[in-house]
């Protein structure tokens, strides 16, 4: 069978992640065949704008031929080889060296994986053998917050604290000491008349007594996004990590940065950790590493603290862990390109332009009788739906109004994500002005249906 000609009934055997499965046995999946630029073609020929560069990755959009061309390359001159056992190659020696002088980690070593649940993985298995290195066996427990996604392996699932992850997989992992602290949803969360500022303050005296209830000789590290992406697109108050950090380095306590979504160019800057200010100890990277043309991820890691794990892997005789796909040569040569791409072009430089314009236009769409907030900051954004605009009452979860805004979005032409009742939009950072316009005109167009049927 072409697969020009697939058609939706002949998926049946694909088990689809975060599907409702029952209604997806009666529908079938929508069967994309083709990309172009910022939008991507079904199996009839219809056009959608990608309102969420795929997963939040494809940041280049499709049809690059420059990364076509150097997976081609390093396919016939090196199709595959690993990093074990000190051996090497080049793509990954290189990616390393480009990387470690982008990130804003100090000294930083880098450790490649093949995705964003790996490289997070990967963290919380360093922290416990370095607390373990230092004599701190007890220094293990983890804090992620309310709403955060760090991924799916089990103790990545463990750390996300959303509860669709959690349900009918045993999770939270027994055991694995993860505590829980508050999203920083500002609209959502502060008391009444309370200031931003008076939030974060709150927010961090809150860490503060989480930390010192357990014990501050048990709690190893803090993990956090710059901005919430699965949890619903969720952007802190500016001076929110400013508070959070000085609780954090109070108790020795490391700081884990998840850049998968917002690094290279997400939030107006390279990393979301220059835009909000952060210090990371450690900091993972994937999707947009490649533009989502082949997996690849990166778990980066301060100098002081790969010290340790290098003696502590002198004493031990080997630093048991790797992945056999970590660095593959063909993914690490498509993220060289890729970063060759966004230097050259000033792929920063264009989201800072247009950027203004993208947030006019999502914010624009506050005044629609379904849309409690609208929020978002650089090329990443979200609307959250309310029963009730005058007091943002929610609607009723089994009513799945985010998802049936999702569908009127497709229908309309535009491809986003709904996670609970907030619809989320991250496009492929190359957007223009008048596709970033002819995006929110369909969603707007899909809103005002929904609205109807409500």
Not at 159 to 185: E, K, Q, W, Y
Not at 223 to 244: C, L, S
Not at 308 to 319: L, N, P, R, V
Request: proline share 5%.
């Amino acid at each position: 069978m072409a697969f020009s000609h697939l058609q939706s009934t002949d998926v049946a055997h694909l088990l689809h992640p975060y599907t409702n499965l029952a209604a997806h046995a009666e529908t079938g999946p929508l069967v994309i065949v083709r990309g172009q630029g910022v939008r991507v073609f079904d199996e009839t020929g219809k056009d959608y704008i990608e309102g969420l560069a795929g997963l939040w990755c494809t940041s280049l959009g499709w049809g690059e031929e420059r990364l076509a061309r150097a997976a081609a390359e390093q396919m016939r001159k090196l199709p595959f080889y690993h990093l074990f056992g000190s051996k090497a190659h080049e793509p990954a020696v290189r990616l390393s060296e480009v990387l470690a002088d982008l990130v804003p980690v100090p000294d930083a070593k880098v450790f490649f994986a093949g995705s964003g649940s790996e490289a997070n993985d990967t963290a919380v298995k360093l922290i416990w053998y370095v607390n373990n290195a230092l004599g701190r066996p007890a220094k293990k427990k983890i804090i992620a917050r309310d709403k955060a996604y760090h991924g799916v392996t089990v103790a990545t699932a463990s750390l996300t604290g959303i509860v669709n992850n959690h349900r009918s997989f045993d999770l939270p992992l027994p055991g694995m000491g993860v505590i829980r602290t508050a999203c920083p949803h500002y609209w959502r969360s502060a008391q009444p008349n309370e200031s931003q500022d008076q939030f974060c303050r709150r927010l961090a005296r809150e860490l503060d007594d989480a930390i010192v209830a357990e014990g501050a000789d048990t709690v190893a590290a803090f993990f956090a996004e710059p901005v919430q992406g699965a949890g619903g697109v969720i952007v802190p108050p500016a001076e929110y990590f400013r508070h959070i950090q000085l609780v954090l380095k109070k108790h020795d306590v490391l700081l884990v940065i998840d850049e998968v979504i917002t690094g290279f160019g997400r939030t107006g800057q390279w990393f979301g950790s220059q835009t909000f200010g952060i210090e990371p100890d450690m900091m993972v990277v994937a999707k947009a590493l490649t533009s989502g043309y082949l997996p690849l991820s990166a778990l980066i890691v301060k100098g002081d603290l790969y010290r340790i794990i290098s003696q502590e892997a002198g004493k031990i005789g080997t630093f048991g862990h790797g992945y056999t796909y970590g660095g593959h040569p063909v993914s690490a040569a498509v993220a060289l390109e890729t970063l060759a791409i966004y230097k050259e072009r000033d792929i920063i430089g264009h989201v800072q332009d247009v950027m203004p314009h993208f947030q006019s236009a999502l914010n624009a769409l506050a005044d629609h009788p379904l849309v409690g907030e609208a929020r978002g900051i650089g090329l990443i954004g979200a609307v959250e739906l309310v029963a009730d605009k005058n007091d943002n009452t929610p609607f009723d979860p089994a009513r799945q109004v985010g998802a049936m805004a999702a569908r009127a979005a497709q229908e309309n032409g535009v491809i986003v994500r709904a996670m609970g009742d907030a619809v989320a939009f991250s496009p492929p950072l190359v957007i223009g002005k008048p596709d970033i316009d002819e995006m929110f005109s369909r969603v707007r167009r899909a809103l005002d249906s929904l609205a109807h049927l409500l």
